[in-house]
């Protein structure tokens, strides 16, 4: 499972989740998300539909075609975000991450944390060779975040992504294989001895 340990926040699953919750975060983050989570804002429209949302979230966890890992402060026990794995290709074996935090959150190095945490699981859990995270060109934290955890810039996909006002949008495609990951992470180990 998730091997995490923060005084700040804790990574939890599907099942402690309160559709009531997760509105109110997409609710609060609509125009913060509206480039990275597009088709979750649309789908979480109202309380009723992300209702539909998370049942079909959890439906996707049980079928072992993704994961949702969602980030709590442990003070106030506010839900402030997710990290989630999705595009499994057990035949290469790969996998993408995408990840969002509350907008009042960011800039705390939380969600670096989160994805450190959810590589783990990538690696150790689900035997991944690589993983790899598309965002936007202009998405500098999220690149930061990539890059924070590893990750090596693989290239630029041009014109890959319509972006919410309709525009084709360049991306940046980052990419860790588990060879780099054990590498760092044997590296980081050492570090902190
Ligand atoms: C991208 C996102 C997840 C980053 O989360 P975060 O918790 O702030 O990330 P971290 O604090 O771990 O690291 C972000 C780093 O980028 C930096 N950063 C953030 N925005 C930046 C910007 N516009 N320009 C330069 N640096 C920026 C931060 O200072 C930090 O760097 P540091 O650790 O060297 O100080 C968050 O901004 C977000 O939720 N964005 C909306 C959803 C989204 O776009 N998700 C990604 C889809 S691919």
Same mark, same amino acid.
Request: glycine fraction near 6%.
């Given at each position: 499972m998730i091997n995490h340990k923060s005084d700040i926040f804790s990574i939890q699953t599907i099942e402690t989740i309160q559709s009531d919750d997760f509105f109110n975060l997409i609710e609060k983050n609509r125009s913060h998300l509206a480039l990275g989570f597009p088709y979750t804002i649309l789908k979480c429209a109202t309380p009723e539909s992300t209702k539909d949302y998370l049942k079909e979230s959890?439906?996707?966890?049980?079928?072992?075609?993704?994961?949702?890992?969602?980030?709590?402060? &442990?003070?106030?026990?506010?839900?402030?975000?997710?990290?989630?794995?999705k595009n499994i290709n057990k035949e290469i074996p790969l996998c993408e991450l995408g990840y969002f935090i509350d907008r009042e959150y960011q800039g705390k190095g939380i969600t670096s944390m989160a994805v450190d945490a959810v590589l783990h699981f990538c690696f150790e859990e689900l035997q991944?060779? &690589?993983?790899?995270?598309?965002?936007? &060109?202009?998405?500098?934290?999220?690149? &930061?975040?990539?890059?924070?955890?590893?990750?090596?810039? $693989?290239?630029?996909?041009?014109? $890959?992504?319509?972006?919410?006002?309709?525009?084709?949008?360049?991306?940046?495609?980052?990419?860790?294989?588990?060879?780099?990951?054990?590498?760092?992470?044997?590296?980081k180990r050492n570090k902190e001895k």
């Amino acid at each position: 499972m998730i091997n995490h340990k923060s005084d700040i926040f804790s990574i939890q699953t599907i099942e402690t989740i309160q559709s009531d919750d997760f509105f109110n975060l997409i609710e609060k983050n609509r125009s913060h998300l509206a480039l990275g989570f597009p088709y979750t804002i649309l789908k979480c429209a109202t309380p009723e539909s992300t209702k539909d949302y998370l049942k079909e979230s959890a439906k996707t966890i049980a079928d072992k075609k993704g994961y949702f890992f969602y980030l709590r402060n &442990k003070k106030t026990e506010a839900l402030i975000g997710l990290v989630n794995i999705k595009n499994i290709n057990k035949e290469i074996p790969l996998c993408e991450l995408g990840y969002f935090i509350d907008r009042e959150y960011q800039g705390k190095g939380i969600t670096s944390m989160a994805v450190d945490a959810v590589l783990h699981f990538c690696f150790e859990e689900l035997q991944m060779n &690589k993983v790899f995270i598309c965002t936007d &060109k202009v998405n500098i934290g999220s690149q &930061k975040v990539a890059l924070k955890n590893g990750f090596l810039q $693989e290239g630029i996909l041009r014109n $890959e992504f319509k972006n919410p006002k309709g525009e084709l949008n360049d991306v940046v495609y980052f990419g860790l294989l588990r060879s780099d990951y054990y590498k760092n992470t044997t590296v980081k180990r050492n570090k902190e001895k």
